[in-house]
């Protein structure tokens, strides 16, 4: 072909060269490509929480630094709605095609087939592809051919094929288009906060490829031994902390399954299996909001949509400030704030605090984390919500409320992972570290504490509470048999 027509490569969640098929197809055309990155905040298209555009920001610099000094390419960054940036490189370029891999919420894919069909009607071919899951929603159907509601059957069917295809290779050193083409400066979408600059407790976070991989190595080489037990312990890093990657897809999900799969020699296949099994939580969340797509904000069970969840500002301030008195629970929301991550224990906590001790609304929540979660992910975010919540497909019943006291007392017994979060309860006795109102006025002098000032007196009691989510929960005829939890 004598100066042939080039390909958009357009990256999306996505952002890595290995085994992203959108790449590997364009690269095998022989054609030129351009590698494209379209920060589209059309309206219809939920904007970015301010967590999520920070790991944005930093792995947009390691994949522009990837593609340029592992396979000789530059990445284009344009602002705008996706079908007018690829109209306007496609007028200046001459492109022939554009290929992009799958996304698989309603709003996206509603996008995606208005830049597919106006595109394809002007003789530019379009292509997608699967870099995102081990199965794509429509591929698992139950034998009525009906979408799976309930996880086990779900992962029975949809594990039997989950390893079947393996990951792809990087591609070579491909032909580039880039020379001329404008790019926008990546520093003036200002996705790195400014005035005030958060981001401090970030800094063991390493966006990109390059640290997805080894991110994933260290999991290998250590965590995912034990990780059957260990994974319920907050104080240490007993999983992987893969979710901020796999979101933003610096490593896909046919890696880890192979990777884990092919590198851990330890153990009799528990702790694989256990792991595996997280990961087919994230194919199932995928799965139910694809065919479901108003569980992204409404409930999954209609007959919660008149349930009177209360209004009360200062209660979900208080949560989201880490404030609420009960020290699990303030622990988890001040991991969140500091670090853009909380260990799913105690997101199960928090969020079970929320909906049921204080009866508020799961979408103010799911808000809060979409906000402050570098992992924010709207199919995991929804249905763990509305999992907690009680609203959501499997959900979990009505009746499961957790005592913040006993389940801090069970999954961080000498209260490391409180202590670390709450400095100011460090001088309590490991007895008190979970309820500190129960201690003697001596106890919290020579602990240096004082309650109400220090640290908060509980906002809620927590038996009060839990007998009045029961009779509101009730009083709306909730009942379902107990099913598996996803930490169960
Ligand atoms: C209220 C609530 C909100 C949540 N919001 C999100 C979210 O926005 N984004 C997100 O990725 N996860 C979310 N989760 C699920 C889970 O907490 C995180 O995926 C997990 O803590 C990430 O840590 P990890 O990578 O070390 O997990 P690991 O234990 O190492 O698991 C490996 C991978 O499996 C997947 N996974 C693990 N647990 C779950 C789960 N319960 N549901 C779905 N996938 C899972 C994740 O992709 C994770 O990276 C939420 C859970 C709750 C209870």
Redesign the pocket.
């Known amino acids: 072909m004598k100066n042939p027509a080039p390909l958009i490569v357009w990256f999306r969640n996505d952002l890595r060269l290995a085994d992203n098929p959108a790449l590997t197809h364009a690269a095998d055309s022989g054609r030129p490509l351009i590698a494209l990155y379209i920060l589209d905040e059309s309206a219809g298209l939920r904007p970015l929480g301010a967590a999520s555009r920070w790991w944005l920001d930093k792995s947009l610099t390691s994949l522009a630094q990837d593609l340029r000094d592992q396979i000789g390419g530059q990445l284009i960054l344009r602002r705008g709605a996706a079908l007018n940036v690829l109209s306007d490189l496609i007028g200046e370029t001459g492109a022939i095609a554009v290929y992009w891999n799958r996304l698989y919420d309603a709003a996206t894919i509603d996008r995606d087939w208005a830049v597919q069909s106006a595109l394809t009607a002007g003789g530019v071919e379009c292509r997608s592809f699967n870099a995102g899951l081990l199965n794509e929603p429509w591929q698992v159907i139950t034998g009525g051919g009906c979408d799976f509601r309930v996880f086990t059957p779900y992962w029975r069917a949809a594990s039997a094929t989950a390893g079947t295809a393996r990951p792809l290779r990087r591609p070579a050193t491909s032909l580039w288009r880039w020379h001329e083409i404008h790019s926008e400066a990546l520093s003036s979408w200002r996705l790195h906060p400014q005035r005030p600059d958060w981001s401090g407790g970030f800094v063991d976070w390493r966006p990109g490829e390059a640290g997805a991989q080894r991110r994933l190595d260290e ?1 290998i080489s250590g ?1 995912v031994s034990g ?1 059957a037990a260990q ?1 319920e312990v907050p104080s240490i890093a007993g ?9 933003f897809g610096e490593v896909g ?1 046919r890696q ?1 399954y192979w990777a884990v799969a092919m590198g851990s020699t330890t153990g009799d296949g528990t702790d694989v299996e256990s ?1 595996q099994k ?2 087919g ?2 194919e ?2 995928h799965h139910v909001l694809f065919h479901h797509p108003k569980i992204a904000a409404n409930n999954f069970r209609t007959d919660f949509d008149n349930f009177a969840w209360r209004d009360d500002p200062p209660a979900l301030e208080a949560w989201k400030r880490g404030r609420t008195g009960y020290p699990i629970v303030d622990a988890g929301m001040r991991e969140l704030w500091s670090t853009g ?4 224990r105690v ?2 906590i ?2 079970s605090f929320l909906t049921k001790h204080l009866l508020i609304d799961w979408r103010r ?2 808000e809060w ?2 906000d402050t ?1 570098v ?7 929804v ?3 509305q ?2 919540a009680g609203t959501g497909a499997d959900a979990a019943p009505y009746f499961r409320i957790f005592n913040p006291v006993t389940q801090g007392v069970k999954y961080d017994p000498r209260g490391v992972y409180v202590r670390r979060w709450l400095p100011e309860l460090c001088g309590l006795p490991d007895g008190f570290v979970h309820q500190p109102w129960e201690a003697e006025a001596a106890t919290l002098r020579t602990a240096g504490l004082t309650l109400g000032d220090d640290y908060p007196t509980p906002i809620v009691d927590h038996a009060l509470a839990r007998a009045r989510a029961l009779n509101a929960f009730r009083a709306l005829g909730a009942s379902r048999a107990p099913v598996r939890s ?2 169960a």
Do not use: C, K, Q
């Open positions: 999991f965590a990780y994974r999983t992987s902390r893969l979710s901020p990657h796999l979101h999900p880890i792991f997280e990961i939580w994230r199932f969340n991550w909380m260990h799913n997101r199960m928090v969020a929540g799911e984390f979409w979660l992992d924010a992910d709207l199919a995991n975010n249905a763990n919500w999992w907690v996803p930490a």
